[in-house]
């Protein structure tokens, strides 16, 4: 306290008081006095009277000061008191008297200062007994309490209605009288406060009958509001606000229901700012908390009836259910307590008090107010009466007239709202406290979405300004917001209403498909979880569209359609979102549910497209299957629907076609099968690789033709969905940029989109993007006009180098463009000159064609290296890609075919006695009109395609420029036009034939045909290889279209001469430039076609064995698509239809478990084979494998591919005009002369490229090709080499070459006993050795130049080699090389003399075997079935080079005489001498047999077991497939007894053989040369003799 008292009476002023404490005591009182606060004084005071009771200070000098101070303040003496109340209490407690003491006096000191009365209201009664104030203090306390319980507790009798009832009747009759005078509430306030005053009436009861009074009489409300509000000037604040309070809590009982008046009253009294909203809003029940509860159990609930109508549930756990929803609906029926807070709510917005409504809803749960009908249809009404004005104006549709909502009569109800800005602000605000329950007012829904429609269609309009469009674009997105949060959810508690759903759509359709698919998104994925009831409503939905789904069939499709209709009008998300997911399982109900919504409406059907959308983007799908090489099935099923769907109904397309684009942009082409399924339905355009001849003829039809005969599904009436499909493209800028995409894709799929996918899909999407894209761009080509097309696709050289789109692509795509102007130019041409001559039409189509085509020529060189140009000219390249195939011929059979069919099915209607008669006439005059257009497009099109041949005629002299060569001019030709263009599309393969048939017929300069079939024929294995399965079926199309122009040629001989005779595409001599057509001997003669068409066919066996062979997916299953589409021209000879068999025999064996793929394939490929052996012809019957009796051996045709398309050897063989007349024994020996012509023109042709100058004719592309083969050969060889020398392999070992059946007989069979004779002879003495050793140094020198060619010679020496020692191998070889230089130079002629000089003369001598066996096998690995392959393949490069160095080809005849002479006296000696020299190496021989069988005994069982598996029981052994396609196993048995019943004719052979090497090695080389010969070949005709001939010849062909 003394610290206090320091603070504002310090005690130096007491010590002066006197002098100067009092003054600056009183100036501080002063200064505090100024400030309003009280407790500054207060403290001043209460120190400066405690200072006297200390006794500091005296009583009087403290009076004295206070006596001042009382005038400074009027609450002074109040405040005064309050401080002497502090003291009195504080010195009561004291024990020391003298403090009390000095209190009681300085208070009677200050009597005069303050007055009596406030001193007795806050002293205490013993203070004021002590002071004299009262007498006693007990008497005092008593009165105190009389008075104040007179005053607080004491009850007045006017409380009670009963107990002053005149009064409260004459209150009551004057509230209730007629009000319609001149009576105001003024007047009447002054007579209610008169009745108060006489019968003294409680003024809160007198408000409480106002109140009632006022229930009662509600249209008065001018009066009583006025009255009230004077009335409570009379009382305190809250009175009014209680006594309604008490009001609502008597209507709070159990049973007890608040009148609707009350809440009326109440809410006006809000309106009117009478009472305040939270003061009245503590009084209402139910609690806000058990509002929470109760919206928390309905979500609950709702959640539970989700997991029921989800649940499995089994029949006899139904009933006991059903039972317990009904005791639980039961107990719900029981009435609910009144929600006086909902009630009041209403009555706010009957009478258009949204201020209040708004925050009482604001306090509960979102929606939990609206959810009851009678605040929604309150709500809902108030909304009517505002947007009256606005939708009288804008939103009354043409006609309709309406009843007119009359506005409020409340001055403070909300304004009516006038314009588009005041819906934004007001109603679109109410809108959405509303929320779902819009549904309980489908009037004002259809209102609400006719100003959306209205707002839309200003929106839409251009004129607006700037700011303007700012608040256009707010509203718009507050349109969007409504549209989600009210309108789609309101449709959803809708009962099937479909008018409301085509009215929602009128406003949607106007909506960007964007934001459309955003509410729909929206309204599948979040709108249903918002609100208990949607969540019912939701499962309900579900429930059943399952109901339905499981009923749904093809008979019942109208009955639940109508049911699929009801449901979808109201729920459409939820539908279609459970139909889609039972379509991706069961693609059987694509048909019944397409055919089931017919009963949607425009709405539904937009949310449709949507659902699909979504469905194919979820991510939770795999779109592959689990082996990961095929596609789903769910999105092949989902692609199906879609195309039929979109087809069938008026659906919106572009979103869908967005996100194809999108999805390729991308990188991903899995959805292009949705885009190939909706263009093949709605357009009708069908893609697919089975199509049939038949079909393929009429594709290159008109338009009307490939409708009626191209498809397999004959798609009718697709004008309208390719209408809307061409309008969707080309309103969203979709067609080029799906174009270019698919085009870019393509590379994509492989090198982007393939990465870890299995080689088989990449394939398939490879497959699916490219026929997509081929189908769409004949879409487009087909429904665009020519101003779109041309506006839409850029020029060629754009789209490659920019765009980066692949030729072939870029002129697919331009095709159409090219021919729409060319067409569009020549009628404006014909337009221009009215001339009808077929040559003045013709002009005017080049015309147009040169003008409409420059430009191309000139943009197409930006497309290669300049060095392309050189060989082919621009002109020919944009050509061949301008063109298709309705250019090139009239499928003349196909429009016969079509017609046929139409006065078919005409006949049919006619004898159809049930057709009603007017649909006969009908359909009579559509089949007769379709008649009449496929004859005229018929004719159009014959017109057509004469003048592109007059145009063709005109420029082929331009086309091919063969600068470098003519070889380089095929290879630019097939490597940038042909390959490209056909695998591009079945047409195009069928083209690519044709247009190579046609640069033939037109006899173009510098194309050789025959090398260019060639070069396609030749080496098929890496195009077949790098094919995808489509590409393949395309290539394997080509081939047979080109296979069908060569079996033609091949099949007649006047066909041949008409057609190639003298067409400078059959020249063999293939010079750069020129050509000089009179020469006939530099012409292709038919026989040897016909050789050159056997080898053909043999390197197509040998390419399809070889894929057969590797094992490899891609190899196997892309030959045998080949295959199976060549078939009707490939295999014609009997031998390689059987190699192939056997292999495809072999793959289906090895497939049926692995890949059944495969196994199919092989399986369908077989039966077909089989069922075509009847075709096959034996090889002498497809080709003359004898000499033919034709001209002199032809100039050689040039290199291709597989190392040489060279002619048949038969070409090769002397002439032979006189083989007819000669005797046996001159055949015999003209035969041997030409196996000896054979080898050494094989050996000097295998010299040849070393010597051989580039001039083009041998391309480095084919060496390339032929060292590969080569070296892998060699491989194989050396294995095979390795198997033969086992014993077991004796069968392979000792059958024929490949070429067994082709020898001359005699040649054959001797060679085969010499081989076994070798094997039997005893060893012979050291003496004979070293005889033989310096026989063979004698020897080498000629041994150096040998290189055995023909594989059976190979074989049989192979053998000896293996059973002999290299002395004896050497020896024979030596014998061998005389008897070749011999008939080279007795029967070849000078062309084995110029092959033998272009020889190297370096000596072989030291050369090691494997040199020499590498050679022999690079010879073997290109033997052909006839005498050998690479006599054919080597042929072109002898010639070559021989051309090179201008020899002279003329071919000297023999002399005849002469011959036979020298037959005569060398045969006798030859004899003696082989005889004796026979016996001697009998020895030796059979001692290195001994030998090799004692090593032989050495090789592992195992792989003796092995080999003989492999060597017996299939031909078609890894080892053997280089060698030949045609062989086929032999017995051992079948072997030995051959062998036995030739035995002794064959020693005598080998005897002869022997003296005769001995001879040559000493006598004169020439001599001994004839010698040899001409008693070699008397040797076998004696051995053999010609009945044994025919025996061998039958046997060998049983084998193959």
Not at 464 to 490: A, H, W, Y
Request: glycine share 4%; charged share 30%.
């Amino acid at each position: 306290m003394a610290a206090a008292t320091g603070m504002a009476l310090p005690a130096e002023w007491i010590k002066t008081w006197e002098k100067s404490g009092k003054g600056e005591f009183l100036q501080l009182c002063r200064n505090l006095c100024e400030d309003t606060a009280v407790r500054g004084i207060q403290q001043a005071l209460y120190e400066l009277a405690y200072h006297v009771v200390k006794g500091n200070l005296k009583h009087d000098q403290a009076c004295n000061v206070l006596n001042y101070v009382i005038e400074y303040r009027d609450d002074m003496p109040s405040i005064l008191a309050d401080v002497f109340c502090i003291l009195d209490i504080e010195t009561s407690c004291l024990e020391e008297k003298s403090k009390r003491d000095q209190f009681m006096q300085l208070v009677l000191a200050c009597l005069y200062l303050v007055s009596d009365t406030i001193l007795k209201e806050r002293l205490d009664p013993d203070t004021l007994e002590s002071l004299g104030l009262i007498k006693q203090s007990q008497q005092f306390n008593q009165k105190s309490v009389k008075i104040k319980t007179k005053l607080f507790y004491k009850q007045q009798k006017f409380n009670l209605l009963r107990e002053e009832n005149e009064g409260y009747a004459k209150l009551i009759a004057e509230l209730g009288q007629d009000l319609s005078g001149s009576i105001t509430s003024e007047l009447i306030l002054e007579n209610i406060k008169s009745l108060i005053g006489c019968f003294n009436l409680d003024p809160n009861r007198v408000l409480d009958i106002i109140l009632e009074v006022y229930e009662c009489r509600p249209e008065y409300d001018e009066f009583f509001v006025p009255l009230i509000e004077s009335y409570m000037y009379m009382c305190e604040p809250q009175t009014l606000c209680h006594i309604l309070g008490f009001k609502f809590k008597f209507y709070q009982e159990p049973n007890g229901e608040t009148p609707v008046s009350l809440y009326r009253v109440a809410a006006v009294l809000l309106q009117h700012n009478l009472i305040d909203l939270e003061d009245l809003y503590v009084h209402l029940l139910p609690g806000d908390n058990a509002i929470l509860e109760d919206h928390k159990r309905e979500i609950g609930e709702a959640k539970q009836i989700v997991r029921k109508l989800t649940m499995v549930v089994l029949s006899s756990e139904k009933t006991e259910e059903k039972e317990k929803e009904k005791e639980k609906e039961e107990e719900k029926t029981e009435k609910p307590p009144d929600n006086q807070k909902l009630g009041l709510l209403e009555a706010m917005l009957k009478i258009g008090d949204w201020q209040h409504a708004q925050s009482i809803m604001d306090q509960m749960p979102p929606f939990y107010a609206t959810s009851h009908k009678s605040i929604a249809v309150a709500l809902c009404q108030l909304l009517h009466v505002m947007i009256e004005p606005l939708y009288r104006r804008v939103g009354v549709p043409k006609g309709a007239k309406g009843t007119p909502v009359p506005a409020l009569q409340n001055k403070r109800a909300l304004k009516q709202v006038e314009n588009f800005e005041d819906l934004r602000k007001e109603v679109f605000n109410m809108l959405c406290y509303l929320g779902p329950h819009l549904s309980h007012d489908p009037i004002l829904f259809a209102k609400v979405v006719r100003l959306g429609k209205a707002f839309m269609k200003e929106y839409q309009s251009d004129g607006n300004k700037q700011d303007d469009k700012e608040k256009m674009e707010l509203l718009f997105s507050c349109l969007l917001s409504i549209t989600d949060q009210v309108l789609l959810p309101s449709l959803s508690l809708m009962d099937c209403n479909a008018c409301m759903s085509e009215e929602l759509w009128g406003m949607f359709k106007t909506f960007p498909y964007q934001y459309r698919y955003r509410l729909y998104g929206q309204w599948k994925n979040d709108t249903y979880n918002s609100h208990p009831l949607l969540v019912k409503v939701k499962a309900q939905t579900i429930d059943r569209a399952k109901y339905i789904m499981k009923r749904l069939t093809k008979e019942n499709v109208k009955p639940s359609g109508r049911q699929i209709g009801k449901l979808s009008h109201s729920n459409p998300t939820i539908l279609f979102d459970y139909i889609l997911s039972q379509i991706q399982k069961y693609d059987n109900l694509i048909t019944p549910v397409v055919d089931s919504l017919k009963y949607l409406t425009s709405l539904n059907y937009d949310v449709l497209a949507y659902c699909i959308i979504e469905a194919l983007a979820n991510p939770e799908k795999e779109r592959m299957k689990h082996d990961d090489t095929t596609i789903s099935s769910w999105l092949q099923s989902l692609a199906s629907f879609c195309g039929a769907v979109f087809r069938k109904y008026p659906i919106e397309l572009a979103g869908l076609l967005q996100y194809v684009a999108n999805q390729l942009k991308a990188g991903k082409s899995f959805d292009l099968l949705i885009l190939k399924e909706v263009v093949q339905k709605m357009a009708g355009i069908e893609i697919t690789e089975e199509m049939t001849m038949e079909q393929l003829e009429a594709m290159t039809g008109g338009e009307q033709l490939k409708a009626e005969g191209g498809y397999f599904g004959q798609i009718r009436n697709t004008k309208k969905s390719s209408q809307r499909l061409k309008d969707a493209l080309l309103d969203h800028d979709l067609a080029l940029p799906l174009c270019l995409l698919m085009a870019q894709q393509r590379n994509g799929v492989i090198f982007q989109e393939g990465g870890e996918k299995h080689l088989k899909l990449v394939g398939k999407l490879y497959d699916q993007c490219h026929d997509t894209l081929v189908q769409f761009g004949g879409f487009l080509a087909s429904n665009l006009s020519t101003e779109d097309y041309i506006k839409r696709v850029p020029s060629i050289d754009v789209l490659c180098n920019e765009f980066h789109t692949p030729h072939d692509a870029a002129f697919f795509l331009s095709r159409p463009m090219y021919a729409h102007h060319i067409s569009s130019k020549y009628d404006e041409l014909k337009k221009a000159e009215k001339g009808n001559k077929q040559q003045q039409k013709v002009h005017k189509y080049i015309t147009s064609c040169e003008l409409v085509m420059a430009p191309v020529h000139d943009a197409v060189i930006s497309l290669h290296l300049p060095k392309v140009w050189d060989d082919i000219s621009p002109q020919f390249y944009a050509t061949f890609w301008s063109l298709t195939m309705y250019d090139l011929a009239v499928p003349h059979t196909s429009y016969e075919r079509e017609v046929n069919k139409l006065r078919v099915q005409m006949k049919a209607i006619d004898d159809n006695q049930e057709m009603p008669p007017n649909k006969k006439k009908k359909e009579k005059e559509r089949c007769t009109a379709l008649q009449d257009k496929l004859l005229e497009e018929e004719k159009k099109q014959s017109e057509h395609v004469q003048r592109v041949l007059q145009r063709l005629k005109l420029e082929k002299d331009n086309w091919l420029l063969a600068k470098s060569t003519k070889n380089e001019t095929i290879t630019k030709f097939l490597q940038l036009c042909i390959f490209p263009r056909c695998i591009f599309s079945a047409i195009d393969a069928v083209y690519c034939a044709r247009f190579v048939e046609l640069v033939h017929q037109q006899k173009t300069p510098n194309f050789s045909t025959l090398l260019c079939y060639d070069r396609v024929f030749s080496d098929i294995i890496y195009t077949v290889a790098s094919c995808t399965e489509n590409e393949a079926s395309r290539y394997g199309r080509f081939l047979c279209c080109m296979l069908e122009t060569v079996t033609r040629w091949h099949s007649d001989r006047t066909i041949y001469e008409k057609e190639c005779g003298n067409y400078p595409g059959f020249l063999t001599i293939l010079r750069a430039t020129g050509f000089d057509g009179g020469n006939k001997a530099d012409q292709l003669d038919y026989e040897n076609f016909r050789h050159v068409v056997h080898k053909w066919h043999y390197k197509l066996t040998k390419a399809s064995v070889h894929c057969l062979e590797t094992g490899e997916y891609t190899h196997i299953r892309n030959i045998l698509i080949v295959l199976t589409k060549i078939l009707p021209w490939y295999p014609k000879v009997v031998n390689l239809g059987q190699a192939l068999e056997r292999r495809v025999h072999k793959i289906y064996q090895e497939e049926k478990e692995k890949r059944p793929d495969l196994y199919a394939l092989a399986m369908g490929y077989s039966g077909q084979l089989k069922s075509r052996k009847h075709c096959m012809v034996p090889e002498n019957d497809f080709h003359h494998k004898d000499a033919p009796t034709g001209n002199a051996v032809p100039k050689a045709v040039q290199n291709g591919p597989g190392g040489g398309a060279g002619l048949p050897p038969s070409s090769l063989t002397i002439n032979a005009a006189k083989l007819e007349e000669s005797t046996a024994e001159e055949t015999d020996k003209l035969k041997e002369k030409s196996q000896g012509a054979v080898k050494v023109i094989n050996k000097a042709a295998n010299t040849t490229p070393k010597v051989t100058t580039s001039n083009g004719n041998s391309s480095s592309n084919s060496k390339v090709v032929k060292e590969k083969e080569d070296k892998e050969k060699c491989g194989k060889e050396k294995e095979k080499e390795k198997k033969e020398k086992v014993p077991t392999a004796t069968p392979e070992a000792k059958m024929l070459g490949k070429d067994g059946k082709e020898k001359p007989k005699e040649e054959r069979t001797n060679k085969e006993d010499k081989a076994r004779d070798t094997k039997e002879k005893t060893p012979k003495s050291d003496k004979e050795k070293e005889k033989a050793k310096r026989d063979e140094k004698l020897l080498k020198d000629e041994k150096s130049k040998i290189i055995v060619t023909n594989t059976e010679s190979k074989t049989t020496i192979e053998k000896e080699r293996e059973k002999e020692p290299s002395r004896e191998r050497d020896v024979m070889k030596d014998m061998k090389t005389k008897e070749n230089i011999r008939g080279g130079g007795g029967g070849g002629g000078e062309k084995a003399q110029v092959a033998g000089s272009l020889k190297s003369p370096v000596p072989r001598s030291d050369a090691s075997d494997c040199e020499r066996e590498q050679k022999r096998r690079k010879v073997d690995s290109h033997c052909s079935p006839s005498h050998s392959s690479t006599v054919k393949d080597n042929l072109s490069e002898l010639k070559e080079s021989s051309a090179k160095h201008y020899v002279n080809h003329s071919v000297p005849t023999l002399s005849k005489s002469k011959e036979r002479e020298v037959d005569k006296k060398d045969l006798d000696k030859s004899r003696e001498r082989s005889r004796e020299r026979e016996k001697k190496e009998e020895k030796e021989r059979k001692d290195r047999k001994r030998d090799h069988s004692n090593s032989d005994r050495e090789v592992p069982q195992d792989s003796m077991k092995r080999r003989k598996e492999e060597n017996g029981t299939t031909g078609s052994s890894k080892h053997s497939k280089s060698v030949s396609p045609s062989d086929s196993p032999r017995s051992n048995e079948k072997e030995k007894e051959k062998n036995k019943s030739k035995s002794s004719s064959k020693e005598k052979g080998d005897s002869i053989k022997v003296e005769k090497m001995e001879k040559s090695s000493s006598g004169s080389k020439k001599e001994s040369r004839h010698d040899k010969e001409k008693s070699e070949k008397k040797e076998k005709r004696d051995s053999t003799g010609g009945k044994e001939e025919k025996k061998h010849h039958k046997s060998s062909d049983k084998h193959r």
